[in-house]
């Protein structure tokens, strides 16, 4: 009665019994390849050089042990697809192997209606490696660096403290028809303590040239007004044959100035550090400094945050169109192509990755091709496979 009542109930949730005898061959496999992989990246990302840091720089045992946990979600993440691959490759070679896809196949099941299990199991495990890469391994990553550092006595203010330099760019249209850029201002500040900003310089070429100079001793941003708040200063105008037009002392003026600069000094994240929302603000404040190299890195890495997860759903189709061929395929042999797959993929979306960086593709095309490349190999080989039958 029991089983009866599983039975129906699976059926009730769209769970057939071949869908889930699949997605149970799928199961084990992918968690063995967790295992595997994670231990592989952790020991060659983080763990030797912890051990050095422990034996040679005095690391106490008890942070290593915690900075280590703390890296491990980052390493979880690149672990999912890998392991996504082995797991289909793995569980559809022993279906085919034993014979029981051609079983399968001939009472009348098609080839892409077995690959159903593989591509949901897949994408289930494509919104855990987005929430996991996107919300907590970039945080662990920033507390365990803090943690190293403090450990180190390495510690820095989480702001930029000296020499803190912005300079604005903007496009400003020749009269040939092109487009120049040059910059429009620039803004320097000697120090930062998390609060003000101390002996300011600002050169204004908002007008085309250089229309005024500002310096001041201190300068706060005010929230409340958005707007900068200087004190103890002095504006000089320039006027259009480049002398002293005017000179203006104040000792509190407020300036409607870009509060980016600002917004620098809170920036001090790594790419691996900073989740999307973090990502897209920073690209914002950098986007006004004009350094397009920066610029285009960022909108890569960005893209790679988003395409990354969907690689568990390239991986399955690629284990599947090559488990589900006929063949006699044991672990060590899956394991093997598994990890030729993995070399071969990551050295593409490492070239891909900085043909973006270079601008020689746009930013989305350097993070998606290979995510595209592998999703038309798997279809062409799944055609091969279903047109065999």
């Not at 350097?366 to 279903?386: E, K, R, V």
Request: charged share 15%; proline share 3%; net charge positive.
């Amino acid at each position: 009665m029991k089983i009866g009542t599983f039975k129906i109930d699976r059926v009730k949730w769209g769970l057939s019994v071949m869908n889930f005898y699949i997605t149970r061959e799928l199961i084990l496999p992918f968690l063995f390849g967790m295992g595997i992989f994670t231990s592989l990246l952790l020991s060659i990302g983080a763990v030797f050089d912890l051990i050095r840091k422990v034996t040679e720089s005095g690391l106490f045992l008890g942070v290593a042990i915690k900075i280590l946990f703390l890296k491990m979600p980052g390493f979880i993440v690149l672990a999912f697809p890998m392991a996504m691959l082995l797991a289909s490759l793995m569980a559809y070679s022993r279906l085919s192997s034993d014979s029981e896809l051609i079983a399968l196949r001939s009472i009348g099941i098609n080839t892409y209606r077995l690959i159903i299990p593989a591509i949901v199991f897949s994408l289930f495990i494509v919104t855990i490696t987005f929430l996991l890469n996107n919300f907590i391994a970039p945080a662990a990553n920033y507390q365990a660096t803090i943690a190293l550092e403090k450990a180190l006595d390495r510690a820095t203010p989480a702001f930029k403290d000296s020499n803190i330099m912005y300079p604005e760019y903007n496009k400003v249209l020749l009269p040939d028809g092109n487009k120049k850029t040059v910059l429009t201002r620039l803004f320097y500040a000697e120090e930062f303590d998390g609060k003000q900003m101390k002996n300011l310089t600002i050169l204004d070429r908002s007008q085309g040239e250089v229309s005024q100079i500002i310096t001041a001793s201190s300068a706060t941003w005010n929230i409340s007004e958005n707007i900068w708040d200087f004190y103890n200063g002095t504006i000089y105008i320039i006027g259009n044959d480049g002398a002293y037009s005017d000179v203006v002392r104040f000792q509190h003026q407020q300036l409607a100035l870009p509060r980016a600069a600002f917004d620098l000094t809170q920036q001090d994240r790594d790419y691996n550090e900073m989740n999307l929302v973090q990502a897209y603000d920073y690209l914002r404040i950098i986007k006004l400094s004009g350094k397009e190299e920066k610029i285009r890195k960022l909108k890569v890495r960005i893209q790679e945050k988003i395409s990354l997860p969907f690689v568990c759903l390239v991986f399955a189709l690629i284990g599947v169109a090559i488990g589900i061929r006929p063949q006699n395929s044991g672990r060590a042999t899956s394991f093997g192509i598994c990890i030729g797959l993995i070399f071969a993929y990551y050295l593409l979306s490492f070239i891909s990755s900085s043909l973006g960086v270079s601008g020689v593709v746009s930013p989305v095309v350097a993070a998606w091709l290979p995510n595209i490349l592998g999703l038309g190999a798997s279809t062409y080989l799944l055609t091969q496979a279903g047109e065999s039958v």
